[in-house]
Structure formats: C-alpha cells, structure tokens
C-alpha cells in the first residue's frame, strides 16, 4: 500500500442514492454525503454533492489528488435496453449469429419461451466479404469498400454506434483492426467497436455478444464520462478521474470510454471493496452479503481482494435464470446474485409449499406493512411481524410499518397454507435466507472453500436482518456488521488499485508451443497492459505483473484459469513445458480433487493482470458513548421460537460494548438481529462483531 | 412420522434439488465429452429408497431426466439392495434400463443412513466413445453398437473393479476421456450423497421417505386437477415421418378420464433392423415429459406428477422395441413423441399446444485423418425451428424437445478439417399461419480433407413439421453434397472440397393467415 498525501473523493451512483466521500489524509479527516441520484442528469446529482461536500470539509478543488467513481448507469441502460441504436457488421454469411445464438433454452417446461433479443436488430446487421481461417491465412481479403457501404446503409438507418465482428479475430485481428480504422478514418465521431479489441477470446457468439453490449453503451459512456471529467474540471478540479471496473480495479476516463463494458459490474465491485474495507484489513477471508429491496449478493473476498471471474451474463431475462442474459466476457468480480429481497413476495405454490420470490413488489407498492396498496406478503412484513424491525422508527423514521397490514397479508397466505401466522412469518425468513445459503453454498464448495474460514460481513438494509440466520445455516462462526452503509461505502474504492486485464487466444497444444512463443505472448500483452497505464497518472508505485493460462485436458471441453507462478521466464522449452505443466496440475487437482489423467494440454487463452499498489487508508474509529446504554426489551421469534431481545440503539452502544443473544440492535437504516447461539461485541472501529456457538 | 409442514418441505426439498444442482455444474466442470460440457447431455438425480424420482438438476434435458429413475429401478431389480454397502458405486449403459444408447453411462451411488439404503444418486452422461460404429444409423443390432455395460459394481469401499475398468478401456477410441467422465459421474454422485446426508442431519430426518411421500403424494393431486381440467375424451393424432425406404406411422391415443390420462402408441410403425428404435424407457420419459410442460411446468419434476399418466407402447414397435434391436439413433424417433401429444390434445388444450418443430436434433459426425496425418472424429449439431403457438410465433433455430447448442463455428474450424461458409437462417422456413413457426439455419460446410467418413442424423426431409388449426407446415430440411442431395440414412465419403449443405426444418405455423 501507498499512501497519499493529497485528498481523494469517491462518487458512487446507486439506482436511489449518489454517494460522495471525502478522504483527507493529511488532516485525518472523513466526510460523505448522499444525495438523491438525478436520473434525467446523474451528472447534475455529483456536482451538487460534490460542491457541498468540498464546502463542508473546506477542502478546496485544486487541492484533491484523485476523484475514484463507481457507476451502475451501463449496466442499467443494457438491463432496461435503453443504449444507442447499434449495427453489427460480420464475416460474409453470418450475419444472424447473434440471433441464432446459443440455440439452447435456458427454461426446459415453458413451452411460450422466448430467447434473450439480441441487441441488434435485423436491419442494422450487415455483411462484408472477407474470410480469414482458423489457421490465420486470410480465404477472401477485407473489403474496404464494402466496409463503407454497410457502416453508411448503418447510419443511414439510424446506427448511433458499430460492432464488428469477425470470424477468427481473436488469433488473427488484422482484418478487424483494418475495417475499425478505416471506419474511424471516415467517421471520427462514430463509436466503433472491434470484438478483438474488447476480448480476444475463442467463441464468436460470447465475442460478439460482448462487442455489441459494448457498442451499445459506448455513446453513452462517450457523452457521460467527457462531461463529468469536463464538469469536475470546471469545479476547478484538477486531479484525474478514476473509474472502478467491474474487476475491483480502477482505469482511466480514455480506456472507459473506449471499452465502457468493462465498467458494468462497477457497482457490485465497489460494494464488495466496501464491504472488505469496512471488515478491516485483519479479515483475510470474507464472504460480502449485501441485501436489498429485490436481490442478494454475496461475494468471496480473501486479503482484500473480491474473487474474479472473467465472464459473467448481463440483462437476465428470466429473473436470475442462468443463459436468459447476454454473455459479456470481461473480468469481474465473482458475484451470486439472488432473487432474494426485502421486497420479495411470499405464495403459496401450485402444490401447497411456501415460496418466497423471485417475484418482488419493489417499492411501489412495496410490502403490505408500507400501506401503499401492496397486499401481497412480503419478506420485510415476515420481518416486522418476526419483531425484527421496530414499525416507528424503519428508515430512520420516514416510512412508518403498517403491522396489521402486514399481519393480515400474512395472515392469509398462512391460512391457505394451514400452519399459523407466526410460523408463516419465521417460514418465509426461514426461506428466503435458506435461497442465500443454498446459493453461497454452492458457491463455496465449488472453489473448494470451508465456510468455517470466513467472515460474514452484512451490509444494506437486509444484510444484518438475515446475517444470522444466514451464518447460522452456512457455519459461519463470525459476523461482522460495519456502521450503517453509506457513512463509508465509496471510502472502499477509494483504496482500489489500477487494475489493467489483457487476454488473447492461444488455441495450441502445451507440446506444440515453445517457451519464445508463450514468453513473445505474455510480453505483448503485458506491454498493451502497461501502456494503458504510462502517463495516465494511474501509475504511482511498483506495478505487479500476473501470468495465467486457460487450460485443460486434450478432449476436454470446458477449461480453467490456471495461475502461473511469478518466476523468471524460462529460455528452455522443456523448462517451459514443465512450469506450466505442474500449475496445471496444482489448479487441476484443486479443482476436480483428483490428478489429471495421463493426456495432452490445450492451452486456450493467454491472460496478464496488471496492477499497481492499493492506497491506504485509516481504520475506521468510533466516538465512545459515555453513558451506559439502557436496553429495551421485545418480543422477537428466532429459530422458530419466540424469545425476549433486548433491543439496543447502535449510537448509544460505546466501543466495547459486549452482550448476547437473543437481542436487537437498531439504527436508521437496518436492524441487526442475534439469537441465543449469538454473543456481539461493539469493536474501536464502530464494527459489530458477532461470534456465533 | 408426523406429516411435514409445508414451509419444513419446502426447504428440505430445496437443499435436495440444490444438491443434484451442484453435482450437474461438477459435471460440466469436470467432464470430458462436449456433450456434458457444452451441449449438456447429462442429468443427475435424486430418488427414495425404492428409485422414485425426488430431485433432479434444474437445466437437465428431458429424456434423461424421465429415464434415470427408472434405471435406478432396474438396477435395484438387478442388485439387491440389501447386498449394497456404503460407498459403492454401480454402473450400466444398458439401453432399455438407461437412456436408450450405449453412449450414456449411468452412474448409481446408494445414500445410506442408519444402516440401510435411504435412496440413490444417480447420474447418467454421454461419453466421448462408446466403441463400436460411430452413431450410424445403419446398425442392424445393438452387438455393433458398442461396448455394452449391464448392472455391475464399479467400486466397492472406493476401490474401483480393475476388470471392468481394463475393458471398457480397451473397447473405446478414447480410453482416458471416456474414463475420465465416468469418474466425473462418480465425484457427482458422491458429492450429491454428501449433501443428502447433511441433510437429513440438518432437519433430523432418519430418511426420505416422509419428505418423498409427501411431495408425490401433494404432485399427485395436483396433477390429477390439472388433468381433469383438460376436456374427457380420446384424442387421436397420427402422422407420418421420413422413416427408411418408406415413411413410419406414428399414431396416439390420449384418453382423458377421471383426472388420468392414458396415452397408447398402437398403430405406431414396427421395431426396425437399423438404429432408429426408441426404447420405451425414453418413450415413456417424452411423453411425462410433454404432459408436465403441458399441464404442470412449474413444479419441479418428481414421481407423483406422473402416477396418473398411464402409457402402453406395442411391444416390438418403434417406440417400444425388443432386444438386442438397434438404438443408437433413437432420439430421431422419441423426440416426434411431444409432436404427436401435441397434435392429440390441440382440440383440448388449444392454447397450451405448439405446432410441431423442425426437430429431431439433427447431427453429423465425421471422422478421418486431417491433412497433417491427425485423426479425427467430431459431432455437430444443427437445430431447426420450434412450431408457432395460439399467441406466439415459434422461435429460430433452437433446441427442442432436446436442448442441445451447436458448436461455435470457430471451435468447430479448429479442432476438424472443416471450412464453414455461412450459417444463416432460412428466412421463408417457419410454416405460415397466423402465428409463424420460428425459422431453420442453413449451414455450408467444406470438407478440407479426403476420404472422411460422414455420418448424418436428419429427420423432416421428406415431411416438413405440420402446423396446426390451419397454419401451414414449415419447409422440410435437406442435405446436399455439392448440390445434389444425399441420401442420409447411409455413410458418406467426403473428399477435399466437398461441400456440405446443410438446411434443417421450420417448425410448423397456427391457424390460417
């Protein structure tokens, strides 16, 4: 880690609230604001936040070292389909790739099943001759001309932005690099994408499908980023802008705008930072639980960093169904996301079970205990008649619960059900956390992972309601449960590292490769790594280099990331041979918990991580209370019995409180809910840790 | 055992659905074969001591998902259960107690607990190689269709039967990929009875009988309302198919009567001296298949929706063949059986129904020696268009009632001699009607070696698939090599540039236009 000396500020635009927070080294000081997200305008929100909060600490502009900003807006205009009008132009013959698509259904029984729209339209898809094959040899040369044509048929019907995509560009991207630069050429306003310049990865579906979300968002990341670096300049801000990539990474505004897709996962990533922040740098290993109105996500995150992937689905169709959304190959962090939510509506099932989601009632109407006509049960009614949540003070006070609301609705489905009103209540807790656990269990136990190693970390409204039970289920032994979200969430990005990911496809046998081969191809795109970061104001500090392969066995079809040690490259192909053939054989057992058999290695991609050094930051400190803390007591059910809680304020709890379950512990925008097998302390950082028997 | 609660039931059943869920994404992390990795032909499931279905992973195709029980079943009949031990794992790729191919491997693991057999993991999966003839239809009986495994132990107290081992090994092209999926199968069937045992630890239940019968018992019923929404009455469909020389007869009875339904397959055409026979353990499992989408989609699949389905398929047919007839092809056959139940109950359920597809799966294999001297031998599969609905247009080119994707064109240039040209769709393909049926693909394939060896699965050559209520029959598909068509029930020889057309079937349209 690094420290700077100069103030940084931190912008975090959620779908409700735009965060800010100030970070200022040098005098110790911390300060956030939130105001609401200006949806016309999200631009308008930040400078007016950030204006108020600069005012507040009297930190002037010229003075802040960096501006870091996280950003759901992307992937918003993808889920809502709200992006630029784009054209596709393909290789001669394919031009209905990305409609055809997979040719799977992702729902077996829905005989009314409708595959995810491509983004692209069939009149904005065009062809232009030009082949090369598999072995890099070029069948029909690029027709310039006929490039031209289409991207002017393309604009002519109203294209805002291009995608190409051509067969074999992840091994040989002359031909697409030709076309994008002669369209560039022509149109130097137009955004125009390369698949081969967003993902060089075998699979021309997963490659163009990831090249037009790009395209489709690229207008407005265009307009989006240059106005807010130009309006943060005409604050008199004079520090770079930093954006956060899906990966947990930070990039600069030049490499936003031109691959903004990299940025769709931005949000989640600057939650599971937060969450790490949050925990303190002593947690090596968390498990990030954030629950909201409609969704969970959990997110592995081991000495501060959250696990990645490098591909996920965008715009999910069918609810959380896997292959209803769009592959996008980037890398990001590795997130379960749930149907599971404060708002999420409880039934009664085609065969008399209890369901719980993934339909939600959002907020409007909301659950039934908000009283603006929602009848439906809801998780957050299970909650308020549980005890969990006090119906005077729920949002800081704002939104009074409606309790007989929430009885009657719940009331009603128990009776459908022929159990009782308290046990459809614990049942739907019971149930939707279960869907959590089912999830991360899944998730755990796939990376090999012992639950028993981690920590919770419960953010949002939800996290610390459900924490609990959630750990109780998965054997987590410990939950830490940081000071309400917000007063410090965009602090965790702004301890982020510059973060550049290069990959490109190898499509060889390990035996047919030499060690310049491999060693020319790491060296190429650790050289593109770093010359994204030279210059860019990115590059403080030592920089540290990652080297991985996609691998598997000869025959086999899936394959996996395979880490290479950070040794010196070998000269001797044997050598070469060897180092990469025991890493394959460590990630391999790792995860299929046994050896690979006797076969030849196929190596599919290259990959380079680069990134810089991760900023410091102080731990967070709480102001102690004097007075001792006089507790009320409620009635609350928990694990399906009902008990007595002592109930707590959180601001009237001084740094090492101690206590146990069963209790509450109430602040303006959540409860945290322990049971009997549950003791909390109140740590110096403002942290409730839960230690659970 | 006092009878479960509803809220009780519903999260034991959901650990045991999330515990075959998590064992299917073990298999397609860790399998060899394509087929389970990328095309996901493969299913796990869960049942009760006496081998009735209680769980299965949620994106599994349905023809393994309706047969795995039953081979389960069979295997208990085969071995007994009191002869089992903990930790044995048992094996068959028998096609009249599997999946209805020698290609599958079955996997069975007994769940003990306290002592005895509280039920089975089971796991069933395409291999890379089976030995014998690569998938021709030509076949005249099972004996050439490969390395044939009955009910046997493969490990008991984890060690694994050498013998059998050493032949299965020795009778397939690919020894170590073949073997490595059956070790797959036996991580997913071991971690499924992990999971299982937890638990039952976690909810303190002594075994799965409580939780299975309550579930059938609940599926049941609802079931049987659902049938008994649908009119009384026999409804009949028959049609006819490309078959060999001459076109096959399919035919259906469905009798709806007192909340039951009886389907019988009489009239269908005899079993057949090549391999397009469809055992009736895959019959049976398209039909409870197409009823459920029908009538009950959104309860996961388990036994007791399917007590009140009664089905009789003439012994010695088709869709019901004796052994050792041929089967390697048998889903060109099983897969009209949604089509047909379909065409039957279109008057009882006009809303529901779908026209027919331009399916079955179509597939081709080739195998040969590059130009570099490498051998190869590689599977593609093509997808036509699904049949157009009361409200809605079928869809493009997309698997069904199977769901199997087609290899990217850029792994298939790879990793076969093969110059693909274009894949397009075939945009005046879906059957005309008010509601069109979804378009096939037209694919070019050049051939950049000689003297390779193709092997062609087609159906809805010479019938396109019909619509319904008026609507009008998608085009059929055909093969060409070089523009002349090709006669795809016999092996063909492809040399150096020759091309290979490809256009599979539209899915039918509905009602007039």
Not at chain 2, 73 to 96: C, E, F, H, K
Request: include cysteine; charge should be negative.
């Amino acid at each position: 880690m690094i420290a700077s000396s100069a103030p940084s500020l931190g912008i975090d635009i959620g779908g409700t609230f735009t965060d800010l927070v100030l970070h200022d080294p040098a005098g110790g000081r911390s300060a956030n604001i939130k105001v609401l997200t200006t949806h016309a305008d999200p631009v308008l929100g930040i400078l007016d936040g950030t204006r108020r909060l600069l005012a507040e600490v009297g930190v002037s502009p010229r003075e802040l070292g960096r501006v870091v900003h996280a950003t759901t807006l992307f992937t918003n205009a993808l889920i809502e389909r709200k992006g630029a009008v784009t054209a596709l132009i393909t290789t001669e013959g394919f031009r209905d790739l990305l409609h055809i698509g997979r040719e799977r259904r992702y729902e077996l029984y829905d005989l009314a099943l409708r595959p995810p729209a491509p983004l692209v339209p069939a009149h904005l898809r065009f062809e232009v001759p030009e082949r090369v094959k598999a072995d890099g040899t070029v069948l029909v040369p690029l027709d310039l001309a006929a490039t031209e044509a289409a991207a002017d048929a393309a604009l002519a019907a109203g294209a805002q932005s291009i995608a190409i995509l051509f067969l074999h560009s992840d091994l040989h991207p002359a031909h697409e690099q030709a076309a994008a630069a002669h369209l560039a050429a022509r149109h130097p306003r137009l955004p125009v994408t390369a698949s081969s310049s967003i993902v060089r990865e075998v699979r021309e579906f997963d490659r163009g499908s990831t090249a037009t979300a790009n395209a489709y968002v690229a207008p407005l990341a265009e307009r989006y980023l240059s106005r807010l670096a130009a309006e943060l300049g005409g604050l008199g801000i004079a520090a770079p802008l930093l954006l956060m990539l899906s990966n947990g990474g930070l990039t600069h505004v030049a490499e936003a705008r031109r691959a903004p897709v990299q940025l769709l996962e931005s949000g989640p990533a600057a939650g599971a930072l937060a969450s790490a922040f949050l925990a303190g740098p002593e947690e090596e290993r968390l498990l990030a639980f954030d629950l909201g109105g409609t969704t969970a996500k959990l997110c592995v995150v081991e000495h501060g960093e959250p696990e990645i992937v490098f591909g996920f689905e965008a715009a999910r169709q069918a609810r959380f169904i896997e292959s209803s959304g769009l592959p996008i190959r980037i890398s990001t962090v590795d997130l379960i996301e749930i149907g599971a939510g404060g708002g999420s509506i409880a039934r009664r099932d085609a065969i008399g079970l209890l369901k719980v989601g993934p339909d939600s009632a959002g907020s409007e109407p909301g659950p039934a205990s908000y009283g603006r006509g929602g009848t439906q049960p809801t998780v957050t009614d299970a909650n308020l008649l549980l005890g969990y949540l006090d119906p005077g003070s729920f949002a800081g006070g704002r939104l009074p619960l409606d309790r007989q609301a929430a009885s009657a609705a719940i009331r009603a489905l128990a009776e459908t059900l022929g159990i009782g009103e308290d046990a459809a209540a614990w049942g739907i807790h019971d149930i939707a956390t279960e869907a959590m656990a089912g999830a991360a269990r899944t998730h755990l136990a796939e990376r090999g992972r012992d639950p028993q190693g981690f920590t919770l970390v419960c953010t949002g409204g939800g996290g610390p309601v459900h924490g609990y039970h959630l750990a109780r289920k998965l054997g987590i032994p410990r939950m830490i449960v940081p000071p309400e979200a917000g007063v410090a969430s965009a602090l965790g990005m702004l301890a982020a590292p510059p973060r550049v990911d290069r990959v490109t496809s190898l499509s060889r046998r390990l035996d047919g490769c030499s060690a310049d081969f491999l060693g020319d191809a790491f060296a190429a795109l650790e050289a593109e790594a770093r010359s994204l970061l030279v210059g860019s104001g990115l590059e403080e500090g030592a920089l540290s280099v990652a080297r991985l392969l996609d691998a598997r066995c000869v025959g086999q079809g899936a394959h996996m990331p395979v880490p290479l040690p950070p040794t010196p490259w070998p000269e001797q192909d044997e050598a070469v041979h060897a180092l990469i053939g025991d890493a394959f054989r460590t990630a391999y057992a790792a995860r299929y918990s046994r050896p690979p058999p006797q076969v030849p290695i196929d190596l599919v991609h290259a990959r380079v991580v680069l990134r810089g050094a991760a900023h410091g930051l102080p731990p967070q400190s709480v102001a102690s209370a004097v007075a001792p803390p006089v507790a009320r007591r409620r009635r609350i059910v928990v694990d399906g019995v009902a008990a007595e809680a002592a109930v707590h304020r959180r601001s009237a709890l001084p740094a090492g409180f101690t206590g146990h379950g069963p209790a509450l512990v109430e602040e303006a925008g959540s409860t945290l809910v322990i049971g009997p097998a549950g003791r909390f302390s109140v740590l110096a950082s403002g942290n409730i840790l839960v230690e659970l028997d | 055992m006092p009878r479960l609660d509803p809220v009780t039931l519903e999260l034991v059943w959901t650990r045991l659905v999330s515990a075959v869920d998590e064992a299917a994404k073990a298999i397609v992390r860790t399998s060899f074969s394509t087929l389970s990795n990328e095309a996901n032909d493969f299913a796990c499931v869960l049942t009760d001591a006496e081998g009735r279905s209680l769980a299965q992973n949620t994106g599994s195709i349905p023809s393994f998902i309706g047969t795995l029980p039953g081979t389960v079943r069979a295997l208990r009949d085969a071995i007994p259960p009191a002869s089992m031990q903990p930790g044995d794992v048992y094996i068959t790729n028998n096609p009249w107690i599997g999946t209805g191919h020698l290609n599958d491997i079955s996997i069975v693991r007994p769940i003990f607990r306290e002592g005895r057999v509280a039920g089975y993991a089971a796991t069933t999966s395409h291999v890379p190689d089976i030995g014998g003839r690569i998938r021709s239809t030509e076949a005249r009986e099972l004996f050439e269709e490969g390395f044939h495994i009955p009910p046997m132990r493969l490990m008991r107290d984890g060690v694994v039967d050498q013998t059998l081992l050493t032949l299965l090994r020795t009778n397939v092209r690919t020894p170590d990929q073949t073997e490595g999926d059956v070790w797959a199968q036996v991580g997913a069937v071991s971690l499924i009875d992990d999971r299982v045992r937890r638990t039952m630890d976690s909810y303190r239940l002594d075994g799965l009988e409580a939780v299975a019968d309550e579930i059938f018992d609940r599926s049941e019923a609802e079931m049987r309302r659902r049938i008994a929404g649908v009119p009384d009455g026999c409804w009949r469909y028959v049609m006819q198919t490309d078959g060999l020389d001459a076109p096959f007869t399919f035919a259906v009875e469905v009798r709806i009567a007192g909340g039951e339904a009886h389907v019988d397959f009489t009239g269908t055409s005899p079993q057949q001296p090549r391999a397009v026979n469809c055992v009736f353990a895959y019959t049976r499992a398209m039909t409870v298949f197409t009823l459920k989408a029908l009538l009950l989609p959104e309860v996961p699949n388990n036994e007791g929706i399917f007590r009140a389905i009664h089905i009789h398929a003439p012994e010695g047919s088709i869709l019901n063949p004796r052994w050792p007839a041929a089967v390697g092809g048998r889903a060109a056959t099983g897969h009209y059986v949604p089509v047909l139940i379909f065409g039957a109950l279109a008057e009882a359920l006009p809303d529901k129904v779908r026209a027919a597809p331009g399916s079955p799966l179509w597939i081709m294999n080739i195998a040969g020696t590059d130009p570099a001297g490498r051998s190869f031998a590689n599977v593609f599969f093509f997808n036509g268009g699904t049949g157009a609905g009361a409200a809605q247009d079928g869809v493009d080119c997309i698997s069904w009632p199977s769901n199997i994707s087609a290899t990217p064109i850029e792994v298939a240039e790879r990793t076969a001699p093969v110059l693909i040209h274009h894949k397009r769709l075939r945009p005046e393909s879906g059957g005309a009607g008010h509601q069109r049926g979804g378009a096939g693909q037209e694919t070019v394939i050049e051939c950049e070696s000689d003297d390779v060896a193709a092997v062609f699965v087609t159906e809805r050559i010479r019938f396109g698939a019909p619509g319904l209520f008026g609507g009008g029959a998608g085009a059929p598909g055909a093969v060409l090599l070089d523009g002349v068509p090709a006669d795809t029930r016999r092996q063909q020889t492809l040399a150096k540039g020759t091309r290979v057309t490809i256009a599979t079937p539209g899915g039918g349209g509905f009602g007039g236009s």
